[in-house]
């Protein structure tokens, strides 16, 4: 295989502020050259209620800065390893907007929805956003992650196309022991009409097995799906998939080839370093075993060609680790994390390297007219345990040096203290609550009990079992904007309430209806001449 000769050069990040909430299965928006961070661990504070921050890079430092939603915004909640491409409105038209379906919730529910997000405004100051849902009829996809989606164009049509990852084992199928089992998605490709907000499955001869955490590639009507983790299996497949869509009046045609010369690879990183032209860093070629070489992927119509090519000067932090992970930052450069040391006071902190894959001479301006999408896989090269903490993170945009404000920038401070708000407290007295015993009591568990949080004084969290909540007001409380009180709490939260001061109306006087005469006395003498007249 011929070699690339293109150098690569590795930049170490050597300050991450904030970093708690870059966990594994976070995302990169990239609006207009600004990068925008989706997807944190646990549900969004106060501080900024939407969980999109736009990340400042300056001199190697990493801050955050709130983002805000539109009136006519819907609710879109922290989603973990979801699918994301970009979407533009015409060709004649630089504004675009991103697809995401899919993902994890805080609480590791799966997500069947798909969101459309574009820019609506920004300044120094504040960012705003569009989310809207899309509804979906025909055969919409089920609850996955881990999957990929990409837009092809064929005939001046346009569609999304959704392949792999990974679901819950059947809720008829689960068992105590195994409730978060999670298995391969059937090997369908779902293309969706955002038009008509329609979907169709197909089912190809020549995809047999579900894949997950593998690479797709789309350049008008085809699209290029590369590596990949097996779940059945436990192989990372070497073939190199080709699926051609064709969007005539009638129905769509979808026909898949397998090509040679594919790579066993899953959790590889994607970047594009011209108008054909991609390089693939990173990933696993086993279980225990990071893939270090880098390879150049050039598109033409109708063919795919990749070589190798030389790799950067890996760190011996980077060579010794047992696991990595970055994604994509557009213009050829890709963000990498490695796990920090166990004897670091933050346990989830990581640290960052950024992966020019081409020389600054060629860092310009130039037209992405190719999807990317590239996921990272959950597998952890040491003790391999599967769709836990251990899973990767993928970055999905550019990152530059932003001339933004410093002023209101997040500040992590401000976040509650994740280690007092575990979901394995004892919440109450009367808290039966057993991380060894427990089992979901209410429809929306899965994996982790339901808490709320009890408004008095500081504010602490209880699970809802414990208060004998039952499921309809538990979501009533979740989505009212009220104060609720445990049953410890209730009580007290009465008698310590300050009565509202009644203010007292000034009583007037009533006006007489007619003016009372004060009586005259009469004297003796009137008296008797009185009685003499009338006898």
């Not at 708690?20 to 900024?48: A, E, I, M, T, Y």
């Not at 299996?233 to 998939?241: D, E």
């Not at 896989?377 to 599967?386: A, F, H, Q």
């Amino acid at each position: 295989m011929a070699q690339s000769a293109d150098e690569m050069s590795l930049q170490v990040v050597s300050a991450v502020n904030n970093s708690s909430l870059l966990q594994p299965g976070f995302s990169l928006l990239n609006f207009d050259g600004h990068v925008f961070f989706f997807g944190q661990k646990g549900w969004p504070k106060r501080s900024c209620p939407t969980g999109v921050f736009l990340l400042d890079i300056k001199q190697n430092e990493l801050k955050m800065k709130p983002a805000s939603f539109s009136k006519d915004s819907c609710y879109l909640p922290p989603l973990r390893y979801p699918a994301l491409c970009t979407l533009k409105g015409n060709a004649e038209s630089d504004e675009y907007q991103y697809i995401i379906h899919g993902g994890k919730t805080p609480n590791n529910d799966l997500s069947d929805k798909i969101y459309i997000m574009s820019l609506v405004s920004k300044n120094s100051k504040k960012t705003t956003f569009q989310c809207i849902e899309k509804d979906l009829g025909g055969d919409v996809p089920e609850a996955r992650y881990g999957h990929t989606i990409n837009v092809v164009h064929s005939r001046g049509k346009s569609m999304s196309v959704i392949f792999g990852g990974r679901s819950y084992t059947p809720l008829a199928q689960r068992t105590t022991e195994k409730w978060n089992s999670v298995v391969d998605c059937l090997p369908s490709v779902f293309l969706i009409d955002f038009e008509f907000g329609c979907c169709t499955s197909y089912i190809l001869p020549e995809l047999q097995d579900g894949l997950s955490f593998h690479v797709s590639v789309a350049r008008n009507d085809t699209i290029y799906i590369l590596g990949g983790h097996s779940l059945q299996n436990n192989t990372r497949s070497p073939n190199l998939y080709k699926l051609k869509v064709d969007l005539p009046l009638g129905s769509p045609a979808v026909t898949c080839t397998i090509l040679p010369g594919g790579i066993s690879v899953s959790s590889a990183i994607v970047t594009q370093t011209g108008d054909t032209e991609f390089v693939l860093v990173g990933g696993y070629q086993s279980d225990s075993q990071k893939r270090l070489v880098c390879n150049t992927i050039v598109l033409e119509d109708n063919k795919i060609e990749i070589v190798e090519r030389a790799s950067p000067d890996w760190t011996p932090d980077i060579k010794h680790c047992r696991m990595w992970f970055g994604c994509d930052m557009g213009k050829g450069s890709v963000l990498l994390g490695i796990p920090g040391a166990n004897k670091q006071l933050i346990s989830d902190a990581n640290y960052f390297y950024i992966l020019r894959c081409k020389g600054a001479e060629e860092d310009k301006e130039e037209e992405l007219t190719a999807q990317i999408c590239s996921q990272t896989s959950t597998e952890d090269p040491g003790d391999s345990t599967p769709f836990e903490d251990s899973e990767e993170f993928c970055f999905s945009a550019e990152a530059n040096s932003f001339d933004v404000d410093d002023t209101d920038t997040y500040n992590e401070d401000d976040e509650e203290d994740e280690s007092e708000t575990g979901y394995w407290i004892t919440c109450s007295v009367s808290c039966n609550i057993d991380i060894n015993t427990w089992v979901p009591f209410y429809s929306t568990e899965l994996n982790k009990p339901a808490m709320i949080l009890c408004s008095s004084g500081a504010g602490h969290w209880v699970h809802a079992q414990c208060m004998d909540l039952s499921e309809s007001m538990l979501l009533r409380l979740s989505e009212a904007n009220v104060k609720y009180f445990c049953n410890e709490h209730v009580d007290l939260n009465k008698g310590l309430q300050t009565p509202k001061k009644v203010v007292h109306l000034k009583k007037q006087p009533m006006k007489p209806l007619r003016k009372k005469t004060t009586m005259k006395l009469t004297t003796p003498v009137k008296k008797s001449f009185l009685r003499r007249l009338f006898e």
